[in-house]
Protein backbone atom coordinates (compact mmCIF):
# COMPACT_ATOMS: atom_id res chain seq x y z
CA UNK A 1 0.00 0.00 0.00
CA UNK A 2 2.84 2.37 0.75
CA UNK A 3 4.15 2.19 -2.84
CA UNK A 4 0.81 3.07 -4.13
CA UNK A 5 0.60 6.01 -2.00
CA UNK A 6 4.11 6.77 -3.05
CA UNK A 7 3.46 6.47 -7.06
CA UNK A 8 -0.01 8.64 -6.35
CA UNK A 9 2.30 11.10 -4.98
CA UNK A 10 5.27 10.82 -8.01
CA UNK A 11 2.11 11.45 -10.05
CA UNK A 12 0.41 13.95 -8.84
CA UNK A 13 3.60 15.75 -8.62
CA UNK A 14 3.85 15.60 -11.88
CA UNK A 15 0.49 16.41 -12.59
CA UNK A 16 1.50 19.80 -10.89
CA UNK A 17 4.31 20.41 -12.85
CA UNK A 18 1.87 20.15 -16.19
CA UNK A 19 -0.72 22.02 -14.84
CA UNK A 20 1.56 25.17 -13.84
CA UNK A 21 3.96 25.02 -17.01
CA UNK A 22 3.35 22.71 -19.78
CA UNK A 23 -0.65 23.17 -19.37
CA UNK A 24 -0.24 27.06 -19.65
CA UNK A 25 2.01 26.46 -22.64
CA UNK A 26 -0.70 24.23 -24.25
CA UNK A 27 -3.30 26.62 -23.83
CA UNK A 28 -1.31 29.36 -25.84
CA UNK A 29 -0.75 27.57 -28.26
CA UNK A 30 -4.27 26.36 -28.78
CA UNK A 31 -4.01 23.15 -28.72
Known amino acids: ?3 M ?4 LEEAHKDQHLHSGGFQ ?3 E ?3
Open 1 to 3: IKE
Open 5 to 8: IAAD
Open 25 to 27: TNS
Open 29 to 31: NGN
